[in-house]
Every structure is written in structure tokens, then in C-alpha cells.
């Protein structure tokens, strides 16, 4: 799966989705993808198979069931794994989600 792909997927939830930071955030909630690095599948000196960790980010202004479950949902239909971690970022007053998944 691509990049383009994947947010192709993250727009059926029908927020805000970006790639890295909004210029000016929208409103909550909203989401935002980023490349962390690559998890290759390699033998003899080439790559056989390419992937990509990436962390996707939710961002809330309480906490938010129905939000998370939309982006759960959406993962488990097409087959992507994930871990889920959450922080309340004090200075922005927010909650943010993060949803590790590998794509390959």
C-alpha cells in the first residue's frame, strides 16, 4: 500500500487528513500521517520486499470513542495491523491518538 493509498483510506472517515502538519490546524478531530522509517525485507544484498512504518495521528479535544473506532474500523477492513498509544498534549489541549501500522 501507498502513501496515497492510505490516505485515500484515512478520508472515508470523513475528517481533515494530512500528510506531516496542517498549515493552520482545522478543526477537531483531524488527522495527520507521517513516514517514521522503513522495515525492508532483505537477503543478498537486495530488497525484496519495501516497507514503511508509519504513525497516524488523531487529534481530539476529548477523549473520542466514535472518532477512534472510525479510524480502528477502517484499519481492520483493509488488513492493516496496528498499536495504539495516546497522550493529552497539555499546551495545545488536546488528545492525540497514534496509530502505529506497517505498510507493505
Do not use: W
Not at 487528513?17 to 522503513?38: G, K, N, Q, W
Not at 537486495?46 to 466514535?66: C, H, P, Q, R
Amino acid at each position: 500500500m501507498t502513501l496515497v493509498e492510505l490516505k485515500q483510506l484515512l478520508d472515508q472517515t470523513g475528517y481533515p487528513v494530512t500528510y506531516s502538519h496542517f498549515s493552520s490546524a482545522p478543526s477537531v478531530p483531524y488527522i495527520c500521517y507521517l513516514f517514521i522509517d522503513s522495515e525492508n525485507f532483505f537477503a543478498d544484498n537486495t530488497v525484496f520486499v519495501e516497507g514503511m512504518n508509519i504513525d497516524i495521528e488523531l487529534y481530539t479535544s476529548k477523549k473520542d470513542l466514535a472518532a477512534e473506532k472510525k479510524v480502528k474500523d477502517i484499519l481492520i477492513a483493509n488488513g492493516i495491523t496496528f498499536e495504539q498509544n495516546e497522550v493529552y498534549i497539555n499546551e495545545e489541549k488536546l488528545f492525540k491518538n497514534t496509530f502505529e501500522v506497517e505498510l507493505r
